[in-house]
Nanobody, 116 residues
């Protein structure tokens, strides 16, 4: 089992920045992919950014150039630096981890609200 705990969400104005953190614990040794998804009201959950095999990153087109994902292996923590935020980025952001290419884990989510 893997436990994921997010932090860093909040309210920010358009153009502002936030940094989300996700601390992983438990059976973290075989995590092959970790990252972030988000879900806005009335919409499906969507990928934001992930890191696979420790180095390969993947970003949604809508956040490329604005968001940066990074990972601290020593702390078992993944970060999402979000810059130039817009109201369209308002959503609940979920940390996600996949272990052994089979088992999927989710955090409880953290709310990000961008005011216009």
């Amino acid at each position: 089992q893997v436990q994921l705990v997010e932090s860093g969400g909040g309210l920010v104005q358009t153009g502002g920045s936030l940094r989300l953190s996700c601390a992983a614990s438990g059976s973290t040794r075989n995590i092959d992919t970790i990252g972030w998804y988000r879900q806005a009201p009335g919409k499906q959950r969507e990928l934001v950014a992930t890191i696979s095999s420790g180095v390969s990153t993947n970003y949604a087109d809508s956040v490329k150039g604005r968001f940066t994902i990074s990972r601290d292996n020593d702390k078992n923590t993944v970060y999402l630096q979000m810059n130039s935020l817009t109201p369209e980025d308002t959503a609940v952001y979920y940390c996600y981890a996949r272990r052994l290419v089979t088992f999927n884990y989710w955090g409880q989510g953290t709310q990000v609200t961008v005011s216009s």
